[in-house]
């Protein structure tokens, strides 16, 4: 059991260091899904909450998800810095919803899994 929440926890850390990378990157080395922005981002997201809720049950919902949002936000304003990059008010709701969901899946996984 012990192995499994570490092997987790680095997993929803390379996460939240890859939702960083991935936000920052110029315009021009970006590559795109074909989903959507909206909803890579809300991908991204959601993953990476469900795996951080997981993680640290002890934690709650909420640090997680205020957290992530919080975050979200920060590497929004910090696109800006990035060439041909933008911070925009509709990508950072979207990884909003996506951490709501991720949060809402963890928590009803964790209560199947304790069954």
Same mark, same amino acid.
């Given at each position: 059991?012990?192995?499994?929440?570490?092997?987790?926890?680095?997993?929803?850390?390379?996460?939240?260091?890859?939702?960083?990378?991935?936000?920052? @990157?110029?315009?021009?080395?970006?590559?795109?899904? /074909?989903?959507?922005?909206?909803? %890579?981002?809300? !991908? #991204?997201? $959601?993953?990476?909450?469900?795996?951080?809720?997981?993680?640290?049950?002890?934690?709650?919902?909420?640090?997680?998800?205020?957290?992530?949002?919080?975050?979200?936000?920060? @590497?929004?304003?910090?696109?800006?810095?990035?060439? /041909?990059?933008?911070?925009?008010? %509709?990508?950072? !709701? #979207?990884? $909003?919803?996506?951490?709501?969901?991720?949060?809402?899946?963890?928590?009803?996984?964790?209560?199947?899994?304790?069954?």
């Amino acid at each position: 059991m012990a192995f499994a929440i570490g092997l987790l926890r680095v997993t929803a850390w390379f996460c939240v260091v890859l939702l960083a990378v991935l936000s920052l @990157l110029p315009a021009d080395d970006m590559v795109r899904t /074909g989903i959507g922005g909206h909803f %890579e981002h809300a !991908l #991204a997201y $959601a993953g990476t909450a469900f795996l951080l809720r997981l993680s640290y049950p002890d934690w709650g919902w909420q640090k997680p998800a205020i957290g992530l949002v919080i975050y979200a936000g920060a @590497l929004e304003v910090l696109q800006s810095m990035s060439a /041909g990059r933008h911070p925009a008010v %509709e990508d950072w !709701l #979207a990884g $909003a919803a996506g951490v709501l969901v991720g949060i809402c899946a963890a928590i009803i996984a964790d209560k199947l899994w304790r069954r």
